[in-house]
């Protein structure tokens, strides 16, 4: 069974840096890109970027340019998000999903990790 | 701003028929893929390349596409169907992805 296990929740305070782990089992990790997605209180969902399946290739959301970077490591299947300089606004769930796509003509997710909690405060 | 959009929020009375939908330039190129967040979940994937259901979705959900439209209908809404929902695909500028704004779906 697919599945993506997501670090725990993470407090920090403005200026700081945040790193969330995604586990991924189930699945050959090297064969799937994975994306970033996160959800602020209250809000809808939030794409910030994706890693492609051997790590060496970034795509980030143009908002998150310069602060964000997405890393894989395969000998663990985990891939990583951290997201620096961090302020108020930043604070939201950040999932991790698996990419699937056919045809390039199509693209979804599945499945997403849990979420972890990124909570920015002073 | 998304470029992606769907309605704010909809309803639908117990058993009746909801069509949920997301319009974008981008849907004229790609399929939209359809997912379901139910407070404090993850969202769940229940409908992908135009009208694919995952294992473990039921029928009532269904999906379709025509011009710069995708959407997502369920054909008699059960109580457990009240969700917000998002569209995503391709955005047809370039390399990167986007969801539409959401639907609040309330089942009367």
């Known amino acids: 069974q697919v599945h993506l296990v997501q670090s725990g929740a993470e407090v920090k305070k403005p200026g700081a840096s945040v790193k969330v782990s995604c586990k991924a089992s189930?699945?050959?990790?090297?064969?799937?890109?994975m994306h970033w997605v996160r959800q602020a209180p209250g809000q809808g969902l939030e794409w910030m970027g994706l890693?492609?399946?051997?790590?060496?290739?970034?795509i980030y959301a143009q908002k998150f340019q310069g602060r964000v970077t997405m890393t894989r490591d395969t000998s663990t299947n985990t891939d990583y998000m951290e997201l620096s300089s961090l302020r108020s606004e930043d604070t939201a769930v950040y999932y991790c999903a698996r990419d699937i796509s056919e045809a390039d003509k199509s693209w979804w997710l599945d499945p997403w990790g849990q979420g972890t909690l990124v909570t920015v405060s002073s | 701003s998304s470029e992606l959009t769907q309605d704010p929020a909809l309803s639908v009375a117990l058993g009746q028929t909801v069509r949920v939908t997301c319009q974008g330039d981008?849907?004229?190129?790609?399929?939209a893929s359809w997912y379901q967040q139910k407070p404090g979940q993850a969202p769940v994937l229940v409908m992908y390349a135009k009208n694919n259901r995952p294992p473990g979705i039921p029928d009532r959900f269904s999906g379709s596409s025509s011009g710069n439209t995708a959407s997502l209908t369920i054909t008699g809404a059960q109580a457990e169907d009240e969700a917000d929902y998002y569209c995503y695909s391709r955005d047809i500028r370039g390399d990167r992805w986007v969801f539409g704004g959401g639907t609040k779906l309330t089942v009367l």
């Open positions: 189930g699945y050959t990790f090297t064969s799937h890109y």
């Open positions: 890693i492609n399946p051997n790590g060496v290739r970034t």
């Open positions: 981008s849907l004229r190129t790609y399929y």
